[in-house]
């Protein structure tokens, strides 16, 4: 009990013989603690210093009688002052734990998640992730491209060839830029997985499911291109869990039938045609996909017409469900 006021187990025990004894000269006390009187007598001053006894003449005045005092005043004092100290050790305590978390947090978003900005800086990390693939890569590819084009992409032709898994997805809208299918058509024929939705939610890029490329910002925005590069993370997870969930709702875009094998292939689309369909699956409208495929609007009709007759159907919507049963798209 009295540690807390800088005294010792001893020094209780002359305390405690204080209380019974209810007033003792040194002599008494040291009979009590079964030690000399000279022990006794520096036992007592300490006491008198603690300000847990007093001393008076004795009423005989053979020498000096020594009176416990009441505890609760000393001993009260000091454990207030050692509650204060127990709880600035705490606030201590929380603060240094919230810098070390803080820390922590800061260590893991530099390790998981890096800022690339610039639209150099941000077109070299995807050319470099591109030459360093191993075995796949993803991309969301919309309208406005923000570091490079589809058609500038040279590295993908590069990669397909030592045999990363290419698959695209690529917005609607992007099919009616000048050119597009064009490189559509040339990343098919060289491997690439092509498949076409009507919007899509981010721009985005994942080779070998280990690192994604996500630009920040948002189409419109006048500030220069920044890109979040990230790491294997809950937050890749999620990013693949979407492109999977997007690419399961898109619509194929294919130049040639699927398991056709060698032999001949009856009522089958020529490549054209089975790009023309994919178009049409897709929602681009006649206009651009003349306007893409370099023949007229009349010419895209007319074939569509075609495509029907043989389909043995009478509507567009009756050919996009025959091409889709017919494994046509």
């Not at 008076?56 to 000096?64: I, K, R, S």
């Not at 191993?134 to 058609?151: D, G, H, K, T, Y």
């Not at 491997?191 to 189409?219: H, K, M, N, W, Y």
Request: include cysteine; glycine fraction near 6%.
């Amino acid at each position: 009990m009295l540690d807390e006021v800088g005294l010792t187990p001893e020094h209780e025990r002359a305390y405690r013989a204080l209380v019974q004894l209810a007033g003792a000269q040194p002599g008494e006390v040291a009979a009590q603690l079964d030690t000399d009187e000279q022990q006794a007598e520096k036992l007592l001053a300490a006491l008198i210093d603690a300000g847990l006894a007093a001393q008076q003449p004795a009423p005989d005045g053979t020498g000096q009688l020594y009176h416990a005092q009441p505890p609760d005043v000393t001993l009260g004092a000091a454990l207030v002052r050692r509650q204060e100290s127990l709880e600035e050790a705490r606030r201590s305590v929380a603060q240094l734990a919230e810098e070390y978390r803080s820390s922590l947090r800061r260590h893991d978003a530099d390790e998981l998640v890096e800022i690339v900005r610039g639209r150099a800086a941000l077109r070299q990390r995807l050319r470099h992730l591109q030459e360093t693939a191993e075995q796949e890569a993803l991309f969301f590819c919309r309208i406005n491209p923000v570091a490079m084009s589809s058609a500038d992409n040279s590295e993908e032709f590069t990669a397909l060839a030592r045999g990363v898994h290419y698959r695209v997805i690529y917005e609607r809208a992007l099919l009616e830029e000048p050119g597009m299918i064009e490189s559509l058509e040339a990343g098919i024929r060289s491997g690439e997985q092509a498949r076409v939705a009507a919007t899509l939610p981010v721009r985005l890029a994942i080779f070998d499911r280990s690192v994604a490329v996500c630009p920040l910002v948002p189409d419109g925005d006048s500030r220069e291109p920044t890109a979040a590069v990230v790491g294997r993370s809950q937050l890749l997870d999620a990013l693949l869990a979407l492109f999977d969930s997007a690419w399961d709702r898109a619509s194929p875009v294919r130049l040639s039938t699927p398991d056709a094998g060698t032999g001949p292939v009856v009522d089958q689309p020529d490549t054209q045609e089975r790009l023309l369909l994919s178009l049409f699956v897709a929602g681009v409208p006649d206009k651009a996909i003349a306007s893409q495929l370099g023949i007229s609007s009349r010419t895209v009709q007319r074939r569509f017409g075609e495509l029907m007759a043989r389909a043995g159907v009478d509507t567009r919507p009756g050919l996009a469900f025959q091409a889709a049963r017919r494994g046509w798209v």
